[in-house]
């Protein structure tokens, strides 16, 4: 199972790093990734898969809420099922 | 115009006209009060900036010292704590004391210089890519590229290390930017400091669970501390008499003589409060992060209970344990709006409180050599309501957590996500210069002290009246229990039998010491400690062999406890 999330970020130094370092260490591989220019920010698409079971792909995306100057626009799990990985009640 | 007064505004104006002096204005604009920090190359045109501030400076001997004792001053005023170091050494020394932010949600400001722009990237002299290597242990940072931009990226960088879940930050700046000359500096906006709203609907699902629960159980965390809420717990324990379990980080959120107190969980928890998390039905969880000294072997972890939890940060809740009822707000706002009908609970909390008055710590313990927890109970309970503890880390760590009485969850200043040896001296100076009035007392083990011993110096260069209780086991007392405990007793590079003279090390600094060694002196000795008027260290002799009880061996599950001889 994977997830892709789309992300608008800030085009500060270390933004990208700081976005894949915190993906990485918290047990997901990026299995693809693009990034284009968006004017003022840069939009960002990866799909992430969880290194083991462990791994809760909805605590990734409120992990990723808290970086600063990134929004995460739409996040998609495929094969899509509604609530697949909700990992709170 | 006067030309005097021409003159002056000239200068005023090319004052404010380099980085360095809108850094420092910065600085002035949120209401700091104290830096801690170190000099060097790359940070010279601060530090003479520094010599106009309107805020003090207090100079360290090593700059983990002041990233510590910032973090500390930051736990006990709830405001930002700021430390500043030079490029390189100075900032790699710094990072210990960020990552202990990080783990404890501390606001810290950290603020390195770097080599100048241009020699950025080239292996300069003493260039270290300090915003590369700190990524995993800020809540963000900056390096300034632009010195216009310094009003509005440190008004940013507060308000971050400040809302929600706080944290520590880190702007590098540039040497050039530093001396730069700024036109216009682009001035902050005013960003206000916003809680999270809860969602009422959970809020409501919650009192209906509270109502309806059986065996209900709060598990309070740091996170109370953090957001002020300590008036807020006690008053929901009042009016629900629901029992509650603390983690390290939440002693002192309700009063140990409360019969809903149970006292602390986890591997060095009490054994009331760990039975009664095997046990409850409905674990209602305020501000902690199911950290698993708290929780032993997660799956085993409170195995009856639905969860509600309570925490400003999102990202926690169902992070290890999942939540039936997940709330995230603030949580003095969502404790307030909370008013379940209070549950039938009356035996259940019967059962609990004869658990902890059966299961109660003893302080007889038979022998003429000086009993810690006794020492450590005796000295809070002589400080008083003014009694703050900096501990450090190791078996006096937990005795102090276990023994000590706390007024209130901001009188305990403890490393306890990094784990950090080393905090206790600088986190002592950092506490007592944010509460002067405070009898604070850093408690600390001959191994921890060696590792920020040189801030005996800071000590005496500003007088700062810190106690020092120095439980000497000769040993790194916690490592060698576990290789007691679960290594054969196959002791490997524990003993510090050839300590230094502790007393003689203090004096030679200029710091008063003495040295307790039987158990007659404690009392006198606490009494001398306390009334000192200038820094004091009291060097205390206890048994190498001393262990830690009760203990959940590492892996296993809370209900698996082995108990020792004070229980
Ligand atoms: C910086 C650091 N290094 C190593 C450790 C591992 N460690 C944890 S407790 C401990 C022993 C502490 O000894 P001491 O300060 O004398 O305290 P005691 O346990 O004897 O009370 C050690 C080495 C640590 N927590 N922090």
Redesign the pocket.
Known sequence: MTQTFTLQIDRAEGSLQRLIGLIERRGFHIDRMSVADAGQQREVRLTVRARDEARCVDVLGRQIDRLVGVSRERSVSEPYQEGAVVCTA | MTSAAASQNIQADAEQLTGARLVVQALEREGVEVVFGYPGGAIMPVYDALTQARFRHILVRHEQAAAFAADAYARVTGKAGVCLATSGPGATNLI?GIANAMMDSAPLVAITGNVASPLMGTDAFQEIDILGVTLPIVKHSWIVRDPADIPSIFAEAFHVAQSGRPGPVLIDLPKDVQFASVRAPRMPRRVALYAAAADPAQIRRAESAISAAKKPLLYAGGGVRIARATGQVRDFVRRTGIPAVSTLQAQGVIPNDWPESLGMLGMHGTRAANQAVQECDLLIVLGARFDDRATGALAKFAPNARVIHIDVDAAEIGKLRDAHIPISGDMSAVLAAMNPRPPAIADWAETCHAAAIEHAYRYDAPGEGVYAPALLKELSERAGEAFVAAC??????M?AAQHCRFSDPRAHLTSGGL????YGLPAGIGAKLAQPDAHVCTI??????A?NIQELATLKRYNIPLKIVL???S???????WQELFFDRNFSE?D?SDNPDFVAVAQAFGVDAFRISRREEVSAGIERLLAADGPCLAHVIIDPMANVWPLVPPGKSNAEMMFGDNI
Do not use: E, K
């Open positions: 210990t450090d880390v190791g078996q006096h760590q005795w784990g950090a040896m080393g600390t083990g001959d191994g921890s002290f590792m439980l000497d086991n040993m790194l007392g916690l490592v060698r229990q524990v510090l």
